[in-house]
Nanobody, 117 residues
């Protein structure tokens, strides 16, 4: 069983920046593709950014150029740096770990990001 613990969620003003972290335990972290998802009230959960085991990244169109995903395999941690935040970025952000073509998929408990003046 893999445990994922997100941190860094906060209230931030529009145009501000915030960094999220997701620490994984009890796993060979480097085997997993990692991703961040978010869910706003009344909306479906959506992919925000992903990074493969090999370090390839992809982003939702809505965050391209503003968000950066990265990983540190030595620390079993994946990061999401969010810049130029907008009110529409307000959501609960979830960390996901998955080994491709297997049923090994894990979610964190989520961290709240609120963008408001």
């Amino acid at each position: 069983q893999v445990q994922l613990v997100e941190s860094g969620g906060d209230l931030v003003q529009p145009g501000g920046s915030l960094g999220l972290s997701c620490a994984a335990s009890r796993t060979i972290f480097s085997l997993y593709d990692m991703s961040w998802h978010r869910q706003a009230p009344g909306k479906q959960r959506e992919l925000v950014a992903a990074i493969t085991r090999g370090g390839s990244t992809n982003y939702a169109d809505s965050v391209k150029g503003r968000f950066t995903i990265s990983r540190d395999n030595a620390k079993n941690t994946v990061y999401l740096q969010m810049n130029s935040l907008k009110p529409e970025d307000t959501a609960v952000y979830y960390c996901n770990a998955a080994i491709p073509r297997t049923t090994l998929v894990y979610w964190g408990q989520g961290t709240q990001v609120t963008v408001s003046s």
